[in-house]
């Protein structure tokens, strides 16, 4: 697999010889950049052809495989550095591990509001304006959402407290 691998990266990137670590982490670190703004590229074009597509009244095998692109490309890199454990953050003193989880929880607050308000107003407000339906908002709709973000913030805390770890010097 390793020997795939590598005859794939030379002839992706174009080089007959071997590269000393330097011109490696350019190669890698420019690839990296890469697959962050294609993965960027590929949610716009994928709520584009998400948004002709409810105009259109009907789903086409863009807008699936732009997801199954997305998602395949999210699961590998997260399975992939979660494995190797560079995700890991180690603190050696209690302090500074109480402030990364105040801060954390901050965070992970912040992205279970925006994503509830997001999916708030494009599920109730642009979806059913795209497709020349009544918008109807009622408090069903702001519960609902509000505990969809709520569990979205919470799953994000604990998986971001996953990547935390204190280290006892006893």
């Not at 590229?41 to 105009?55: A, E, P, T, V, Y």
């Not at 009244?57 to 560079?86: D, E, M, P």
Request: aromatic letters at 18%; hydrophobic letters at 45%; a positive charge.
């Amino acid at each position: 697999m390793k020997t795939l691998e590598e005859k794939l990266f030379k002839h992706y990137i174009g080089y007959l010889d071997e590269r000393d670590e330097y011109q490696k982490s350019i190669i890698y670190n420019t690839l990296a950049k890469v697959n962050m703004y294609s993965f960027y590229l590929i949610s716009i074009l994928m709520m584009g052809s998400l948004i002709f597509d409810s105009i259109n009244h009907q789903f086409t095998f863009g807008t699936f495989a732009l997801f199954f692109i997305q998602q395949f490309n999210a699961y590998y890199i997260f399975i992939k550095i979660r494995k190797s454990g560079v995700d890991t953050t180690e603190f050696y003193d209690n302090a500074t591990y109480i402030l990364q989880l105040k801060r954390l929880k901050k965070q992970s607050m912040m992205a279970g509001i925006q994503w509830g308000l997001w999916m708030l107003i494009m599920m109730e407000y642009i979806f059913p304006a795209l497709e020349g339906e009544k918008i109807e908002v009622g408090l069903i709709s702001f519960v609902i959402w509000a505990c969809g973000g709520a569990f979205f913030g919470g799953t994000m805390y604990l998986l971001g407290k996953l990547k935390l770890k204190k280290v006892d010097n006893n």
